[in-house]
T-cell receptor, first 113, second 114 residues
Framework: AQSVSQHNHHVILSEAASLELGCNYS??????LFWYVQYPGQHLQLLLK??????LVKGIKGFEAEFIKSKFSFNLRKPSVQWSDTAEYFC???????????FGAGTQVVVTP | EAQVTQNPRYLITVTGKKLTVTCSQN?????MSWYRQDPGLGLRQIYY???????DKGDVPEGYKVSRKEKRNFPLILESPSPNQTSLYFC?????????????FGPGTRLTVT
């Protein structure tokens, strides 16, 4: 069965620190990859997505992600986090032609002032 | 404004009392789905619909029903809720045609079953 693994469940870091969240998926076919963010009490918002082309994808709020096909990975990065980046981050993979997303368990990120 | 709406946002109910959570989208999307979010498990798909009158089970369909009589609406029905259905529920929609396939999520419904 397809699965999505996020390496860390909780991450605590200070403002201005760099952030990298790992995501690996198990699916051999063509995939579309997403990172969503959920701020406290809010619904999911799309940070960035990869469909094809340049494997380095830039999203909103200074986030970027790199698709490494050989490693089945799609890691999320931000060079310098802010307190407002405190949120839960979900990696997701679309594996069919309709729209079903397979989500990872999520990573709770807490940025301290 | 393009959006997915859900009602109610919060609901506390008792075991066995039938309830419906409504979902509506104004983007003319064909595909709609329901997810539940539980700590440590991420979001798991309950049911989905590819178009009017076309629905199918997702990964965790037990205890839920859906219907798709109109393109914009996709209600989630719990005929006899149980405490293990206490969760945060999200409705989502996306277009099937086109290249983006981006899913748009509703604001969520927090359900507590006592």
């Amino acid at each position: 069965a397809q699965s999505v693994s996020q390496h860390n469940h909780h991450v605590i870091l200070s403002e201005a620190a760099s952030l990298e969240l790992g995501c690996n998926y198990s699916y051999g076919g063509t995939v579309n990859l997403f990172w969503y963010v959920q701020y406290p009490g809010q619904h999911l918002q799309l940070l960035l997505k990869y469909f094809s082309g340049d494997p380095l994808v830039k999203g909103i709020k200074g986030f970027e992600a790199e698709f490494i096909k050989s490693k089945f990975s799609f890691n999320l990065r931000k060079p310098s986090v802010q307190w407002s980046d405190t949120a839960e981050y979900f990696c997701a993979v679309k594996t069919d032609s309709w729209g079903k997303l397979q989500f990872g368990a999520g990573t709770q990120v807490v940025v301290t002032p | 404004e393009a959006q997915v709406t859900q009602n109610p946002r919060y609901l506390i109910t008792v075991t066995g009392k039938k309830l419906t959570v409504t979902c509506s989208q104004n983007m003319n999307h064909e595909y709609m789905s329901w997810y539940r979010q539980d700590p440590g498990l991420g979001l798991r798909q309950i049911y989905y619909s590819m178009n009017v009158e076309v629905t199918d089970k997702g990964d965790v369909p037990e205890g839920y029903k859906v219907s798709r009589k109109e393109k914009r609406n996709f209600p989630l029905i719990l005929e006899s809720p149980s405490p293990n259905q206490t969760s945060l529920y999200f409705c989502a929609s996306n277009p099937v045609a086109g290249s983006t396939y981006e899913q748009y999520f509703g604001p969520g419904t927090r359900l507590t079953v006592t």
